[in-house]
């Protein structure tokens, strides 16, 4: 398996640039660090059985997802991801089933009581970081993605011997607030016994920070998001791409992501990609969007679509479109509206599926 060289260490220079000085708008950080004054408290992990002593507490400092941080990290077996997690982040998939494995990378106490835990869902050479905050009694209040902090592939054949990759790092302003950085870069590489190495300077780079902070009832709110073009070139990411990827990085908690992918569908740039029957990427992050707030929120998403059930409702054929294609089996919507705890809103969307079925 081909490995990129040396990748914890490209792009991180001055990767934080990103969050200093190009605020764009929401909260005021805090530029210094508090101290949390409440005793750490991890016995919610230590009734699941992982041994407290060896956790790697995050630092203030940036912290980069690399050998560092895997050096005291935990894999989960599957009753300790059932009983910090309860099958939030793939609800439908039985845990014994996970192909890969789930780590339990580090931790940071919080005022109040809380937790922040930072997990990582690795599959194959990919993975997903994830956020999650756990309350004094141990119940988890929130969790957020925060990306994958390493992954890469090459081009496609039209421009060879390129790739992307990003890496990811992550940081605290203050007691309850961080900011988690992504950098990408688009760049040549050779092959070097079975490893990628780039070549030169990258053909572009941006760093994205995002910033977030944490309630006293424990949820994660999102601030700001910044970005610092180290340098242009062609293929980089466009405005519609990185305002789908800012939905993305919203925690669960804000149910107003529906609104903002909703009120994106009908963007002038983005109705111009779904033009592109073959190859939208739009129609792609829409669809992957939905399923993933299908999975996650069922009921709140339900919930929204029989209020958004006019001409407001721009996510509809898509949605639609997730069963019609057997992309998602109808059985499990059916399911579901039947879960659902408004009886006029259940009866109008029995109504508005029941011919949604896999065309033949």
């Known amino acids: 398996m081909k490995r990129v060289k040396q990748w914890a260490l490209m792009g991180l220079v001055g990767a934080f640039s990103a969050c200093n000085g190009m605020a764009t708008g929401g909260s005021q950080m805090v530029d210094s660090v508090v101290a949390v004054q409440e005793p750490t408290n991890f016995s919610f992990?230590?009734?699941?059985?992982?041994?407290?002593?060896?956790?790697?507490?995050?630092?203030?400092?940036?912290?980069?997802?690399?050998?560092?941080?895997f050096s005291k990290s935990v894999d989960l077996t599957a009753e300790q991801q059932n009983a910090l997690l309860g099958g939030a982040l793939h609800p439908d998939i039985n845990v014994d089933e996970h192909e890969g494995s789930f780590l339990l990378l580090a931790v940071k106490?919080?005022?109040?009581?809380?937790?922040?835990?930072?997990?990582?869902?690795?599959?194959?050479?990919?993975?997903?970081?994830?956020?999650?905050?756990?309350?004094?009694?141990?119940?988890?209040?929130?969790?957020?993605?925060?990306?994958d902090w390493f992954a890469w592939g090459i081009a496609d054949e039209a421009?060879?011997?390129?790739?992307?990759?990003?890496?990811?790092?992550?940081?605290?302003?203050?007691?309850?607030?961080?900011?988690?950085?992504?950098?990408?870069?688009?760049?040549a590489y050779k092959e070097v016994e079975y490893e990628l190495e780039?070549?030169?300077?990258?053909?572009w780079q941006v760093d994205e920070c995002y910033q977030y902070s944490v309630d006293?009832?424990?949820?994660?709110?999102?601030?700001?998001t910044k970005a610092d073009v180290k340098k242009k070139g062609d293929r980089m990411p466009t405005a519609m791409d990185a305002d789908f990827e800012n939905i993305q990085r919203q925690p669960m908690s804000d149910i107003t992501r529906i609104d903002r992918l909703n009120d994106l569908a009908v963007r002038s740039d983005v109705l111009a990609d779904l033009k592109n029957k073959d190859n939208s990427r739009a129609e792609n992050m829409i669809?992957?969007?939905?399923?993933?707030?299908?999975?996650?929120?069922?009921?709140?998403?339900?919930?929204?679509?029989?209020?958004?059930?006019?001409?407001?409702?721009?996510?509809?054929?898509?949605?639609?479109?997730?069963?019609?294609?057997?992309?998602?089996?109808?059985?499990?919507?059916?399911?579901?509206?039947?879960?659902?705890?408004?009886?006029?809103?259940?009866?109008?969307?029995?109504?508005?599926?029941?011919?949604?079925?896999?065309?033949?």
Not at 216 to 224: A, K
């Open 287 to 360: 669809m992957t969007q939905l399923m993933d707030f299908y999975e996650k929120l069922p009921l709140e998403l339900l919930s929204w679509m029989a209020v958004h059930d006019g001409r407001s409702n721009h996510l509809l054929p898509f949605f639609e479109a997730m069963f019609t294609q057997d992309l998602v089996k109808k059985s499990g919507l059916d399911k579901k509206i039947g879960m659902m705890p408004d009886a006029k809103a259940r009866a109008k969307m029995e109504r508005l599926t029941a011919r949604w079925e896999p065309k033949q």
């Open 198 to 203: 780039p070549i030169g300077e990258p053909i």
């Open 109 to 147: 106490p919080l005022p109040g009581g809380f937790t922040l835990v930072l997990y990582r869902d690795s599959f194959a050479d990919r993975g997903m970081n994830y956020i999650a905050v756990y309350g004094p009694n141990g119940a988890m209040t929130d969790y957020l993605c925060v990306g």
């Open 216 to 224: 006293d009832v424990g949820h994660i709110l999102y601030v700001d």
């Open 45 to 69: 992990l230590a009734q699941a059985g992982i041994d407290t002593t060896s956790l790697l507490i995050l630092p203030d400092d940036p912290l980069v997802n690399g050998e560092e941080i």
């Open 159 to 187: 421009h060879p011997g390129t790739m992307h990759y990003k890496v990811g790092a992550m940081r605290f302003t203050g007691a309850d607030s961080f900011e988690v950085t992504e950098s990408k870069i688009y760049i």
